[in-house]
């Protein structure tokens, strides 16, 4: 894990310490986008209601990333892809 990494995972043992969360993992799954094309959310997160949240932490996004994920959302909407980002000591969700 790389330094933001690290702390958003703080924040995902903390929301599990007071239930908001059920489990999570790091790098845990790989899914299959396409023919040789795979994609590895950072967090997977598993609600107490079992709903499956894949998180993306990311410092700066590049354009590559955010078709990743974007396609991630369209081939599995079973699951919910949020991108996670720390600004001003703030982490800011976007949902795909």
């Known amino acids: 894990m790389n330094k933001t990494e690290e702390a958003y995972s703080r924040t995902l043992q903390e929301r599990k310490l007071k239930g908001e969360i059920h489990h999570w993992a790091f790098e845990s799954m790989t899914l299959r986008l396409a023919d040789r094309t795979t994609y590895t959310p950072d967090f997977f997160v598993m609600l107490p209601n079992g709903e499956i949240e894949f998180h993306e ?21 079973w699951f919910v892809f949020t991108a996670v980002q720390l600004k001003k000591k703030e982490w800011i969700y976007e949902q795909f």
Do not use: L, S
């Open 57 to 77: 932490v990311k410092g700066f996004w590049h354009q590559a990333g955010r078709i990743k994920i974007k396609v991630a959302a369209e081939n599995h909407p």
